[in-house]
C-alpha cells in the first residue's frame, strides 16, 4: 500500500511550524531524499548530512521531476513548484514517511531494541519465540532486514526513517504480525523512528561506543534514553512497556525516570525477571527464572552469562507482549544463535575457535569472561579496531583483552582512512598499560604469555588457530557476521567465519 493518492496537505497534516508556499492539494506519486531516487511529481526532502547537504541537489531533484521541496532553508519556490519549509527536515521526513506509507506501526506489534550490545541476539530469541508460537515476526538489525523467506542487506543497524517506513509496510504485507527493530543511537538522534508508535522498547546496556559521533557518554546516553523518555512518553505516537536491566547502572538510571508502564530483568534483586538457577557449558547454558508469569526453564545452545542477559530481555518483552512461559522455553531452546555472536567452529578433538561480534571494551570484556568460565586451558584473542571511529575505545580495547587473554593477537579491523599500524599502536597503549609483554612468534610458539602484533587479519586468524592447543580457546572478535574489510575506500570481501574454517583445515589437515 503507498500513498498516491494522498494529497500533501493529508500528508503534512499535524507536522508543527510547516510553511507552505505553492499549492499544497497537489496529490504525492513518492518521498526521497536521494536526489537520484525523484520520481514525476515526487516530494525530495533536502537533509544536511554530516559529509554532504541535500540542498546542494535541490536542482537535480527538480530535473527529475520534483514537485515539492522540502527544506530547513528559505527557498523561493520555481515555477510550478511547492516549498515546504520545516524547522527541522529530518523530523518532517520521518512524518511524512509515516504518513506515506500510512502508518504501517499502528498494524504490528514493533519492538525498539537499544542498547550498545546484545540487541541483535536478543532480536533472534524473540523472532524464535514469535515463531514458535505460530506467528510471523520481521527484523531489521545489524546482520540484515527480513520477514519470511525474503531479507534485504543492512546498509546501517537501523534505516532512515523513508526505508523504514516502507519495510514496516512490507513487513505488514507479508504477514508479519511482529517487528523487532534494532536502534541505534545514530537513528534516535538523527530521527529516523520518530512518528512510529513502538509496542514495547528494550534497553539492554551502555559501554562505551561511538564517541567519535556523540563525544562523550552522556549525550550517547541521551540518544538512547530518546525512545523511552521522548518517543515512548509523549504525543500521539506515545505508548508501550519499557523493558530496562536493571544489572547496568544505566538502566536503573533510565528505570527512576520513565513515566511509561516498565518491566526490569537481570541479576539484581530487585528485577522482575531474574535467574533463580543457571549453569554455564561449553555447549550452551540452563537456568530457571523468575518472572511475573511464573517460573521458567530455560535450555539454551546460547554460550555464557551476557547471553543469559539477551535470554532475561527476551523473555521479558515476550511476557510484555503477552506469550507464555511455554512459549518463550520453546523458542528460546530452539534458537541456536545469532550469526557471528560468539559462534562456535572446529570439531571437539581441537581448539575451539569462536567468532564474535564484539567491538566495544565492554562486549569483548564480556564474551572473554564467559569464555573464562567454561575451563578452556588457554585462552587467545584476535581483534582489531576500526578506523575513522572512536579513537578512545582502542586502549580499553588493549586492557579488555590482556585482562583476560594468555595470548593477544592484535590486527586490523576496518581500517578505512587509517594506517593499520597507526590503529595498532593505540590498542598496544592498552596492552603497556597492563605490563603485557610483546611477544616474538617464537616466543609465542613456546607458549609465553603477551601480544603479537600481524597486521594482515588473514594472517592473524590463521597464526591463532596454529597456536592453540587441543584444549585452547580462540577468540576472533570485532566483526562477527561481517564479510567485508574497509581499506581506504575499497570494500573487499573479508569473512573472519570462512577465514577460521580455512584455518582449521589446515590446523586438522
Same mark, same amino acid.
Given at each position: 500500500m503507498d500513498g498516491a493518492t494522498q494529497t500533501l496537505r493529508e500528508l503534512l497534516a499535524g507536522l508543527a511550524g510547516c510553511q507552505v508556499a505553492g499549492d499544497d492539494r497537489l496529490p504525492v506519486t513518492a518521498v526521497a531524499y536521494h536526489s537520484q531516487e525523484v520520481v514525476p511529481g515526487g516530494v525530495f526532502v533536502a537533509l544536511k548530512g554530516h559529509r554532504t547537504d541535500g540542498h546542494r541537489f535541490l536542482a537535480a531533484a527538480l530535473e527529475r521531476g520534483a514537485r515539492v521541496i522540502v527544506t530547513e532553508q528559505e527557498l523561493a519556490p520555481p515555477p510550478g513548484v511547492t516549498v515546504v519549509r520545516v524547522p527541522d527536515a529530518r523530523l518532517a521526513l520521518a512524518h511524512l514517511s509515516a504518513a506515506y506509507y500510512r502508518h504501517p506501526?499502528?498494524? @504490528?506489534?514493533? #519492538?525498539? =531494541?537499544?542498547?550498545? +550490545?546484545?540487541?541483535?541476539?536478543?532480536?533472534?530469541? @524473540?523472532?524464535? =519465540?514469535?515463531?514458535?508460537?505460530? %506467528? /510471523?515476526?520481521? #527484523?531489521?538489525?545489524t546482520v540484515n532486514y527480513r520477514v519470511g523467506q525474503q531479507s534485504w542487506p543492512a546498509a546501517v543497524t537501523t534505516p532512515e526513517s523513508l526505508d523504514l517506513q516502507r519495510l514496516l509496510r512490507e513487513m505488514h504485507s507479508q504477514g508479519a504480525d511482529y517487528v523487532f527493530l534494532e536502534v541505534s543511537s545514530h537513528a534516535l538522534d538523527l530521527k529516523r523512528v520518530d512518528c512510529t508508535i513502538f509496542t514495547a522498547g528494550v534497553f539492554t546496556n551502555l559501554s562505551q561506543d561511538h564517541l567519535d559521533y556523540h563525544r562523550e557518554m552522556e549525550s550517547y546516553f541521551a540518544a538512547k534514553s530518546r525512545l523511552f523518555l521522548e518517543l515512548m512518553a509523549n504525543g500521539s505516537f506515545a505508548g508501550g512497556t519499557a523493558v530496562i536491566n536493571l544489572d547496568d547502572p544505566r538502566g536503573e538510571e533510565l528505570h527512576r525516570r520513565v513515566s511509561i508502564p516498565a518491566l526490569t530483568y537481570g541479576a539484581h534483586p530487585r528485577s522482575q525477571v531474574r535467574p533463580k538457577v543457571k549453569h554455564f557449558r561449553r555447549h550452551g547454558l540452563e537456568a530457571r527464572l523468575i518472572t511475573p508469569?511464573?517460573? $521458567?526453564? $530455560? +535450555?539454551?545452545? @546460547? #554460550?555464557?552469562? &551476557? +547471553?543469559?542477559a539477551n535470554i532475561l530481555a527476551a523473555t521479558a518483552t515476550a511476557l510484555a507482549l503477552g506469550f507464555t512461559p511455554e512459549d518463550i522455553a520453546r523458542g528460546v531452546a530452539a534458537l541456536k544463535g545469532a550469526p557471528g555472536r560468539l559462534e562456535r567452529f572446529g570439531p571437539p578433538e581441537g581448539p575451539a575457535v569462536f567468532v564474535d561480534y564484539a567491538h566495544t571494551p565492554g562486549a569483548l570484556a564480556s564474551v572473554l569472561k564467559a569464555l573464562q568460565a567454561l575451563d578452556f586451558s588457554r585462552m587467545i584473542t584476535v581483534f582489531g579496531c576500526g578506523g575513522d571511529r572512536d579513537r578512545g575505545k582502542r586502549p580499553l580495547m588493549g586492557q579488555a583483552a590482556a585482562a583476560a587473554s594468555n595470548l593477544v593477537v592484535v590486527t586490523s579491523d576496518n581500517p578505512r582512512s587509517e594506517e593499520p599500524l597507526s590503529i595498532i599502536r593505540e590498542i598496544e597503549e592498552g596492552l603497556k598499560a597492563m605490563s603485557v609483554p610483546r611477544l616474538t612468534v617464537a616466543a609465542a610458539k613456546q607458549g609465553q604469555a603477551g601480544y603479537l602484533v600481524v597486521p594482515e587479519r588473514r594472517e592473524a586468524i590463521r597464526l591463532a588457530v596454529r597456536l592453540a592447543g587441543p584444549g585452547d580457546a580462540v577468540l576472533v572478535a570485532g566483526k562477527g557476521h561481517e564479510n567485508y574489510q $574497509?581499506?581506504?575506500?575499497? /570494500?573487499? %570481501? &573479508?569473512?573472519?567465519r570462512e577465514e577460521v574454517q580455512e584455518a582449521l583445515k589446515e590446523y586438522h589437515g
Open positions: 506501526s499502528r498494524e @504490528l506489534m514493533l #519492538v525498539g =531494541i537499544t542498547g550498545t +550490545n546484545g540487541k541483535t541476539t536478543t532480536s533472534y530469541l @524473540l523472532e524464535a =519465540i514469535v515463531d514458535h508460537a505460530g %506467528h /510471523r515476526a520481521g #527484523v531489521m538489525g508469569g511464573g517460573e $521458567i526453564d $530455560i +535450555n539454551s545452545r @546460547l #554460550v555464557g552469562p &551476557f +547471553n543469559l $574497509i581499506r581506504g575506500e575499497q /570494500r573487499l %570481501h &573479508f569473512d573472519d
